[in-house]
């Protein structure tokens, strides 16, 4: 059995095909995208230079998704995030992204946690699949994100108003979630 507490390694080939080396067989974008769904890390490496693709091929991903109308990011996101790589914002961005969606991971699992002690709905068959299935999902968007690179120590200024903005907001989800 494949040891899922490591990446699961996938190696592009010249042809750029994907070869998932734990099932020994090729795999597609849409492969991969299920793997990370169900919690599973991924890393893809040229098989030639032995560079990591992993980024490339999760963006890639991304815009898949977005195009065929899953849409995620709004425009205004988009822009700002390619508004970020021209500015000193740049160092901050994943900072504040990383703590936004550990914001977003901490709330969810909260509300759940309220969800299963004041709901009846718990005792429904399969809600812990569903919780499980919400689990996952949480730890796919996140887990590229947390342990991002920090910014330079002038930035702390900026980077401590975002925290604190991002608590305020999660002190105002958990009143609503009570």
């Not at 994943?94 to 699992?109: D, K, N, V, W």
């Amino acid at each position: 059995m494949a040891d899922t507490n490591k990446p699961l390694l996938i190696k592009r080939y010249a042809s750029r095909r994907l070869y998932n080396t734990e099932t020994s067989d090729y795999v597609t974008l849409e492969d991969i995208a299920l793997f990370i769904r169900e919690g599973r890390e991924v890393q893809i490496v040229d098989l030639k230079s032995g560079d990591d693709l992993t980024r490339q091929y999760l963006l890639q991903i991304i815009a898949e998704h977005e195009s065929r109308g899953e849409s995620v990011l709004p425009v205004d996101v988009l822009t700002d995030l390619v508004r970020s790589y021209t500015t000193q914002a740049a160092s901050v961005v994943p900072q504040f992204l990383a703590a936004s969606f550990e914001m977003l991971r901490e709330g969810q699992s909260k509300a759940m946690e309220n969800m299963t002690k004041a709901n009846p709905m718990t005792a429904m068959p399969g809600f812990d699949a569903m919780r499980a299935q919400q689990a996952a999902f949480f730890k796919a968007m996140t887990g590229g994100l947390v342990g991002a690179s920090s910014g330079p120590a002038k930035e702390g200024d900026e980077l401590n108003e975002i925290k604190t903005q991002l608590a305020e907001l999660q002190e105002k989800l958990s009143k609503i979630n009570k």
